[in-house]
């Protein structure tokens, strides 16, 4: 027998499963703490996955995905939760994939953030990027800064989203949310138009060519707060990734720009927690300093890792060294920390230490 869609997804829910995903000739399947699990249920058929797209799309939302192929949204679960939806075809029939998002929006220090964090998310004017592959929560830590900022200052957030996913409320700041596709047409026409909207924070959902990504930097030139995400892992590479979509001969004029505008970068993965019960996040964090701004002008971009190594005293840490970090405090196993380095051979060189020390070993 086939769930209704909103049991399945107070089962994700009730589950702390990520994602759900509905597919043809597959009983539904949970993704719980990066792990996927089908359920005990009937496999699906072209018909049932019609009906669950149904169930949570409206008529204009189903004729763009047939026209397009797929479809990017937001729904809310009364009394179960919020989230993000993908639509999309295979093989002729619907699936689906459900990210689920906090019901209500954590604060810093519940997501156990570092200090330098809410430090951070105290910069008036600039470009701060979080970064991470899929899943690696950045839309949360983004939510979770914005948030900060809504009950700090008077002011107007502006969102850009496709589609929006956490819901702000009023607070000391307007906030407006735009969702494109429904109150834009593009990210670059509501970019462009954000600038006379008189917004004293911006909110790119994700930035995805070379206009949004010029428009952005220019906004954070000229006294915006701007903030927007990357599917890139690590600072130096976030840089070489925003340079890189331009062609040669604008990438130093970019360069410039970036190495004034770009405030700080946080590139997180979510690691699984050594008791099974869920995720930790491991950050990388680089605060710009005139040094790391040189380097960025100057192409040093293999250069800004030593930098963030030597920062340590103002909140500056590789993505290994917070790695280290929860092994020291014995919240991931050996295996995982190998997983999700990038220094493999460090890594290793980290791990015998810790052995050395008699570090509990019982998860490897």
């Given at each position: ?236 590479k976030t840089i070489d990734r925003m340079i890189d979509v331009f062609p040669p001969h604008q990438q130093q004029q970019i360069r410039v720009q970036v190495s004034t505008a770009l405030k700080a970068v946080i590139s997180q993965r979510l690691i699984p927690d050594k008791t099974g ?88």
């Amino acid at each position: 027998m086939v769930i209704e869609l909103n049991q399945l997804l107070k089962m994700a829910v009730d589950s702390k499963a990520s994602d759900v995903h509905i597919t043809a000739g597959r009983a539904p399947s949970f993704r719980i703490n990066g792990h996927m699990k089908q359920i005990d249920s009937d496999k699906l058929t072209f018909e049932d996955t019609m009906q669950y797209a149904k169930a949570c799309m409206d008529k204009e939302k189903m004729e763009h995905l047939t026209s397009v192929g797929e479809a990017d949204f937001s729904i809310t679960v009364p009394d179960v939760s919020r989230f993000r939806v993908n639509a999309f075809f295979q093989r002729g029939s619907i699936a689906l994939v459900f990210r689920a998002l906090a019901s209500k929006i954590p604060s810093l220090s519940a997501l156990n953030l570092p200090p330098v964090v809410k430090q951070i998310s105290e910069i008036k004017e600039g470009l701060i990027l979080v970064t991470g592959p899929t899943g690696s929560g950045k839309s949360t830590t983004v939510a979770s800064i914005i948030n900060e900022i809504n009950s700090s200052i008077d002011g107007h957030i502006l969102t850009l989203e496709d589609p929006v996913e956490y819901v702000f409320n009023h607070d000391k700041c307007i906030v407006n949310q735009r969702e494109i596709g429904h109150d834009s047409k593009t990210y670059n026409n509501a970019l462009r138009a954000a600038l006379r909207e008189d917004p004293d924070v911006i909110f790119i959902g994700e930035m995805r060519d070379q206009e949004s990504i010029s428009i952005a930097v220019t906004a954070a030139e000229t006294g915006h707060l701007v903030l927007s995400t990357l599917h890139t892992l690590g600072a130096a590479k976030t840089i070489d990734r925003m340079i890189d979509v331009f062609p040669p001969h604008q990438q130093q004029q970019i360069r410039v720009q970036v190495s004034t505008a770009l405030k700080a970068v946080i590139s997180q993965r979510l690691i699984p927690d050594k008791t099974g019960k869920g995720r930790v996040a491991a950050l990388e964090i680089m605060v710009v300093t005139p040094a790391i701004s040189n380097q960025i002008r100057e192409g040093k971009s293999t250069a800004i890792n030593s930098s963030i190594q030597m920062g340590g005293t103002i909140g500056m840490q590789l993505l290994d060294k917070s790695i280290a970090d929860l092994l020291a405090q014995d919240r991931i196993s050996f295996e995982d920390a190998l997983e999700f380095c990038v220094d493999k051979d460090g890594m290793h060189k980290t791990i015998e230490t810790f052995k050395n020390r008699g570090l509990s070993m019982s998860s490897v």
